[in-house]
């Protein structure tokens, strides 16, 4: 187990951008995982929740999205880092609960899951199955409609205003965090308030143009959120022009560096689907094709 001294060392050479060595990566993997298989599903939270608290990670549906695989790949010139990564987030709790009455997690509900102790029954030390319950609270949504819908994500469900109601009440809850879907204020309340979704990537892929926010709770559970714009980038976006692909009658195509933003719609741009597709301006690509949120 590294010493404090070996600690200091690598927060300092990470400071200095410079990255670690395959074998400190491997080291510090282990501790954390560790420390993680000792937290539960529902990992309890006490308040205050705030910037300067101990910080409580929960997992997500984009752990080895967005290039972290090529990234390990050209800075250690082999898949070792970046499987002691996976391999890591496999043992991150699902979700967390602030004093018994915010449940929060990355996605959304489940229908498979009525109650908290439903959660807190799942084998979580896995990689995250396409469809479930696991999957269900990474990748579900609040939507317009009452009870359970089909996501156009093609994972997870949709739930209403009634279901989230329901869930609250039988659990004892008075709210319902979450993020997963950019909103441009960087937060939003939704469904009579059961749910609120709070985004904290500020100009998302260097395109979007929202804000971000952080969901502060007080000790006497008060709540305020902290906004916040991107800080200003030295390079900005290209040129913006429409291109056929895929099939998809319209496609807008921003020219940045990679990622290459794609939007697709049917109707208009605030229909549209949004996705993240690695191409070369030339027109070959290598069949990467992400959703956005």
């Given at each position: 187990?590294?010493?404090h001294g070996?600690?200091?060392?690598?927060?300092?050479?990470?400071m200095?951008?410079?990255?670690?060595?395959?074998?400190?990566?491997k080291?510090l993997c282990?501790?954390?995982r560790?420390i993680?298989?000792?937290e539960?599903?529902?990992?309890p939270?006490?308040c205050?929740?705030t910037?300067?608290?101990?910080?409580?990670l929960?997992i997500?549906?984009?752990e080895?999205?967005?290039?972290l695989?090529d990234?390990?790949?050209?800075?250690y010139?082999?898949?070792?880092?970046?499987?002691?990564?996976?391999?890591l987030?496999?043992?991150?709790?699902?979700?967390?609960?602030?004093e018994s009455?915010i449940f929060?997690?990355?996605g959304g509900?489940?229908?498979?899951?009525?109650?908290?102790?439903?959660?807190?029954?799942l084998?979580?030390?896995q990689?995250?199955?396409?469809?479930?319950p696991?999957?269900?609270?990474?990748w579900?949504?609040?939507?317009?409609r009452?009870?359970?819908?089909i996501s156009?994500?093609?994972a997870?469900?949709?739930f209403?205003?009634?279901?989230?109601?329901?869930?609250?009440?039988t659990?004892?809850?008075?709210?319902?965090?979450r993020?997963h879907q950019?909103?441009m204020e960087g937060?939003n309340?939704?469904?009579?308030?059961?749910?609120?979704?709070?985004?904290?990537?500020?100009?998302?892929?260097?395109?979007?143009?929202?804000?971000?926010?952080i969901?502060?709770?007080g000790?006497?559970m008060?709540?305020?959120?902290l906004?916040?714009?991107?800080?200003?980038?030295?390079?900005?976006p290209?040129t913006?022009?429409?291109?056929?692909?895929?099939d998809?009658?319209?496609?807008?195509v921003?020219?940045?560096?990679?990622p290459?933003?794609?939007?697709i719609?049917?109707?208009?741009?605030?229909?549209a689907v949004?996705?993240?597709?690695?191409?070369?301006?030339?027109?070959s690509?290598?069949n990467?094709?992400?959703?956005l949120?």
């Open positions: 187990m590294p010493s070996d600690l200091d060392r690598q927060i300092e050479q990470l200095e951008c410079k990255p670690l060595s395959e074998a400190d990566v080291a282990e501790q954390a560790a993680l298989v000792e539960w599903n529902v990992q939270v006490k205050p929740v910037e300067a608290m101990r910080l409580i929960i997500s549906s984009w080895i999205m967005y290039g695989y990234e390990c790949l050209r800075k010139g082999n898949a070792n880092v970046w499987k002691h990564f996976t391999d987030f496999d043992y991150l709790p699902l979700t967390a609960l602030i009455q929060c997690m990355h509900l489940s229908p498979s899951l009525d109650t908290l102790d439903n959660i807190r029954a084998d979580r030390i990689e995250v199955p396409h469809e479930g696991m999957c269900d609270l990474l579900s949504d609040p939507g317009d009452c009870g359970w819908g156009p994500r093609g997870g469900y949709t209403g205003q009634d279901v989230a109601s329901q869930f609250n009440h659990n004892g809850l008075s709210l319902v965090s993020a950019l909103v937060y309340w939704c469904q009579d308030k059961n749910v609120v979704t709070v985004f904290s990537a500020p100009n998302y892929c260097y395109h979007c143009g929202n804000m971000a926010a969901l502060e709770i000790e006497n008060d709540q305020n959120f906004q916040f714009d991107p800080a200003p980038r030295q390079v900005e290209d913006t022009r429409l291109v056929h692909i895929f998809v009658e319209f496609v807008n921003v020219e940045s560096q990679s290459i933003i794609v939007y719609s049917d109707e208009s741009p605030q229909c949004v996705f993240v597709v690695h191409f070369s301006l030339q027109g690509h290598n990467m094709l992400y959703p949120l």
